[in-house]
Structure formats: C-alpha cells, structure tokens
C-alpha cells in the first residue's frame, strides 16, 4: 500500500474565499469563532438578512472537521427519532428530529442558490447491514422513519448487491433525501457567500480572550478586538482555550480516511453506479463513496497520525478489496484524519454561554446537515433575541467525564479491530 498522505478535499476544493487576518478593531451585530459548516453558515444567514458580522478562524476556513469528513449530507443523527424522544421527550425530541429532518434540503438548496462548487450529489445515502442483527436494526430505523413520513426504502441483499457493487452486506435503507458532496469546497463555498453578502471572514486569527462588555462581547485577538451584540462559539472538536470562557466540552473521537487512484473501465463500473454514499452498522463503523473522479473512498474511526496509523491504513486496502471483487491491489493517491466532536448521550448541544451568546458542538459525527441547520437557525435566534428559533433548547452547562480517557478507549477500540480484521 502506498504510503499517501495529503487531504484529497484539499486537492479538489474549487472553492476559494478571501478571509485575511483581522488586522484593526472593528464593531458588529454578531462575531462569529470557528470557521466551520456552522461558523460559515451562521455568517451567510446574518449578513444576508443585513447584520454587520466578523467571523474569525484561527486556522484556515475549513481547516477542522468540516474540511476532513466523509461529504455524506445525511438527514437526522447517528440516533434514530424514537432514541432522541426518549432522551429528549417527546415536543423537544421532535423538534430537533423535525429540523434535521430538511438539514439536506437546507445544504443543497444553499448550493444551488449560491452556485457552490462542491461536486454535489443528491442520490440518497445507503445504510449498510454488515450482519443479520445489523439488518434487524435497520428494520427498525425504516419503521421509525417511515411513521414519520421520511422517503426511506428498506432493500434487500440482491438489490443493496446492485446498488453497491458489493456482495458483503445483507440488505441496506436507502434516504432519498441524502446525498455527498465535496465538505471543504461546501465549506468554503458558504464562506464565500457570506462575503458577498457583507459578512468579514478573517483566517489566522485565533481568539486570545472573550469578555462581557456593556455593549455585548469583545473578543480579543492578535490583530486586533471584535465587540458585538452577540456571540456565536462554531469550534466543536477544534476548540482551543480561551480566557474568559469555559470550553464546549465533547470526547474527541478520530475519523480517518483513505481516496484511491481514480477507478476507470469496466472492471469500476459496478462500484456505486448510481453514486450514492454509504456506511455500515458495525460497531467500529466504516463508510465508502466515490467522488466525481471515480475514486473510491474508505473511511473508519482511527487516528492516522498515532501509533495505529499503519494498521488503519492496512486495514483500509483489505477492505477495498474485499467489498469489491477484482479490485486486487489497488494505489492509494491520499490519506488523511479528522476530529468528532462526541458527547456521551450522541446528541448535539447548544451551550448559553452568556447573555446572547451560543456556543453550538457535538454533531457526533454528523456535521453538514445538523452543522448548517444549527449555525443558521442559531444567527437568527441571536439577532431576533429569540431562543425559540434554535432547533434544540440551550443548557446552561455541559460537562464530558473522562473525555481523555474515552477518546483512547475509542481509538483503542478501532487499533484492535482494525488489527484483527481482515477488513
């Protein structure tokens, strides 16, 4: 297996934005941190509805998760709708199920209005059974979403073997409401538009310190201070300390990712035809998709960068192989890693941090629909002063136990069974 390293999003972003470091003081209706699908979609909705905004991204725009994932534009959470109503209960449950119940419609209505370049594909998604009880489960998310009127399909072994190329999984439910795209040109293309609509987006400009003022927030930086009315906190498994406030706590969680050499002739020509995403029940879950080139793309929990790199990028080209017949020793043109932001009950949170303020994080893994809904819905609530509009109830603090502890039982966890599978 070659040894590739390098983001292939970063290779095939057609996307670019101007965001220059903050270099002067300046004054706002809303200061946004985090550079994301949420940061970014948060400053697209404030500047289009006229709100002067400054976002800032110690980074680059989209150097996070948002620039790392998978691109599966997928409908709700990792949970099904009838686990949320029991956590959540029953009004808020179906709130926050109702709201990310249109989060693609949400994300490629915004493509297509704002002409993003970001390879977008609306076929649905594939939910993969790896097992029979991974089937059974399976049957059970299509009763729930089906009582809730969601355009799912539960399919059979022969039609998931047609619609994959692969004769591994047992059946498969399909979302029509799905799709993929590129993450970080979807990323970049909302930065993008958000400056187009008047919104300042500084890169290389991390927070140093937040503090209450009479007029709001002044967020500090090397360039220069941000004071506004309101504060968005977008950084979720990026987070960096910040004096003056206490950190969005989630269990970082890695997610890695390997792109091959693009796939051609008859012998790819199985290999999702109909260009659909998917990933599978398992409990170290994997997930595959090709882009617009025909490369085909394996992902899985696992940090590249730790000691188990070797044996999640060995594991990555056993599994090539074994869901697709003929394949044989296929190169590897890019490999590369990101963070999830995980919390203990899987669900997504939005922190008060203060007056007018909102620190939004843990999508668990489920960061363009649920990230684009929050940010979105999060501007209008801090611009309209309504809490009303957010689609889940702020809470006044969150805390993870063990955080460090879990994020190595994880990683652990994915060493092991990556180790000891032949894919």
């Known amino acids: 297996m070659t040894c590739a390293t390098g983001n292939l999003w970063e290779t095939t972003c057609e996307e670019k934005v101007a965001a220059p470091p903050l270099d002067q003081d300046c004054s706002v209706d809303l200061a946004v941190i985090g550079g994301g699908f949420t940061g970014c979609a948060a400053a697209l909705e404030a500047a289009g509805n006229g709100a002067t905004v400054c976002l800032i991204e110690a980074q680059e725009i989209g150097h996070g998760g948002s620039g790392r994932n998978v691109g599966l534009v997928n409908a709700g959470l990792w949970l099904p709708p009838e686990a949320i109503t029991e956590i959540l209960g029953e009004a808020e449950g179906r709130r926050l199920s109702t709201h990310l119940a249109s989060a693609p419609k949400r994300v490629f209505d915004l493509v297509e209005k704002h002409g993003i370049a970001c390879e977008a594909v609306r076929n649905g998604t594939l939910h993969c059974a790896h097992s029979q009880s991974g089937l059974r489960d399976l049957e059970d998310r299509h ?24 004769s591994v999984f047992h059946g498969a439910l399909h979302d029509a409401r799905a799709g993929t795209i590129n993450p ?10 958000a400056v187009n609509a008047g919104a300042r987006l500084c890169a290389r400009t991390p927070a140093t310190a937040i503090r209450q003022a009479k007029s709001g927030w002044v967020v500090e930086t090397p360039g220069g ?70 490369r085909l793309l394996i992902g899985a929990v696992g940090n590249l960068e730790g000691p188990g790199g070797g044996i999640h990028r060995g594991w990555a080209q056993r599994l090539a192989t074994r869901l697709f017949e003929g394949l044989g020793d296929i190169g590897i043109d890019h490999a590369w890693c990101g963070r999830i932001g995980m919390t203990g009950d899987h669900l997504p949170k939005i922190l008060a941090v203060g007056p007018n303020a909102y620190a939004c994080f843990g999508y668990s893994g489920r960061g363009i ?29 969150h805390g993870e136990r063990f955080a460090g502890l879990r994020s190595a039982y994880y990683e652990t966890g994915a060493v092991l069974t990556h180790a000891l599978r032949s894919g």
């Open 143 to 166: 009763r729930q979403q089906v009582a809730l009127g969601a355009p799912v399909t539960l399919l059979d072994a022969a039609e998931t073997r047609r619609r994959t190329g692969s």
């Open 369 to 397: 629909g649920p990230g684009t809904t929050f940010g979105t819905l999060a501007a209008q609530a801090l611009l309209k002063d309504d809490p009303a509009l957010l689609p889940l109830s702020p809470v006044a603090s």
């Open 184 to 193: 970080l040109s979807y990323c970049r293309g909302l930065a993008r538009a």
């Open 225 to 294: 201070t941000v004071t506004a009315r309101s504060l968005l906190v977008a950084t979720n498994a990026y987070h960096q300390p910040v004096g003056g406030m206490r950190s969005p706590e989630t269990v970082a969680v890695h997610y890695f990712q390997v792109a091959t050499e693009p796939l051609a002739g008859e012998r790819f020509a199985h290999i999702l035809p109909g260009g659909e995403g998917c990933w599978d029940t398992a409990l170290v879950m994997s997930s595959f998709r090709r882009d617009r080139t025909g």
